[in-house]
């Protein structure tokens, strides 16, 4: 399982790289971190329920643990909850 820490601003051009970067565990199970997120944008929440998305349809596991105070307020404004982060996968 892959662990990756997201970052402390995930905003467009965070969410790009972030992309990126989960382009290349894709397939693979993920846990991702939250705690150093600070500040998050709608861009980055739809990019984060795309790669859920994107990994069930793969049939592998993700996962975003460690939700600090402030992300955790903006998923609430937006009417997401922290639990449509997670995909189980099949193995």
């Given at each position: 399982?892959?662990?990756?820490?997201?970052?402390?601003?995930?905003?467009?051009?965070?969410?790009?790289e972030l992309?990126?970067?989960?382009?290349?565990?894709?397939?693979?199970?993920?846990?991702?971190?939250?705690?150093?997120?600070?500040?998050?944008?709608?861009?980055?929440?739809?990019?984060?329920?795309?790669?859920?998305?994107?990994?069930?349809?793969?049939?592998?596991?993700?996962?975003?643990?460690?939700?600090?105070?402030?992300?955790?307020q903006v998923?609430?404004?937006?009417?997401?909850?922290?639990?449509?982060?997670?995909?189980?996968?099949?193995?």
């Open positions: 399982m892959t662990a990756l820490p997201l970052p402390e601003t995930l905003d467009r051009k965070a969410a790009s992309s990126k970067a989960l382009l290349t565990h894709r397939g693979a199970d993920i846990v991702l971190d939250a705690a150093p997120v600070r500040k998050l944008g709608a861009i980055g929440v739809e990019l984060l329920i795309a790669a859920r998305l994107q990994w069930q349809n793969d049939g592998a596991g993700f996962e975003i643990r460690n939700w600090p105070d402030a992300a955790l998923l609430d404004r937006i009417g997401a909850a922290p639990e449509i982060f997670q995909a189980g996968g099949a193995r």
